[in-house]
């Protein structure tokens, strides 16, 4: 188990950086579409909007691969978990960025078969708290 929650914190500190080196590639490849007053940081910012619901359809088959089951409720669950850290009142730029690091792991803890129902009710309440947060 503690395995699989390292590979879980991997995939989320992984996936903030595809993006912005995808942004930073498009940004380079497609001038004109980083064009504007915040350049790559304004198409940053339309992208990242996504991030959660794009994640689901990448985490889903990469954790599937590192051998975390059921993959689908994890990934499911992190996005959850990610949309609520990413849209709190003031989350700051390291929360946005290492989101991943707590929505991962606490969503591999969560769907884990073995887990006792007192650690899903407790994850659950942890990500209803980010959302109340």
Do not use: K, Q
Not at 56 to 64: E, G, N, S, T
Not at 88 to 106: E, K, Q, R
Request: aromatic letters at 10%; one cysteine or more.
């Amino acid at each position: 188990m503690a395995e699989r929650v390292v590979f879980a914190g991997l995939v989320g500190v992984g996936f903030p950086i595809v993006l912005v080196a995808s942004v930073l590639v498009a940004a380079a490849v497609f001038p004109g579409v980083a064009s504007g007053s915040y350049g790559w940081l304004g198409l940053l910012d339309t992208v990242w909007g996504y991030g959660p619901w794009v994640a689901v359809l990448i985490a889903w088959p990469l954790l599937r691969a590192l051998r975390i089951r059921p993959a689908w409720a994890a990934a499911a669950l992190a996005s959850i978990c990610l949309h609520g850290l990413w849209t709190m009142d003031s989350p700051g730029m390291n929360l946005i960025v290492l989101g991943g690091v707590i929505a991962y792991p606490l969503a591999v803890v969560g769907t884990a078969g073995r887990a006792h129902w007192s650690v899903r009710a407790g994850v659950a309440v942890v990500i209803v708290a980010i959302y109340l947060a």
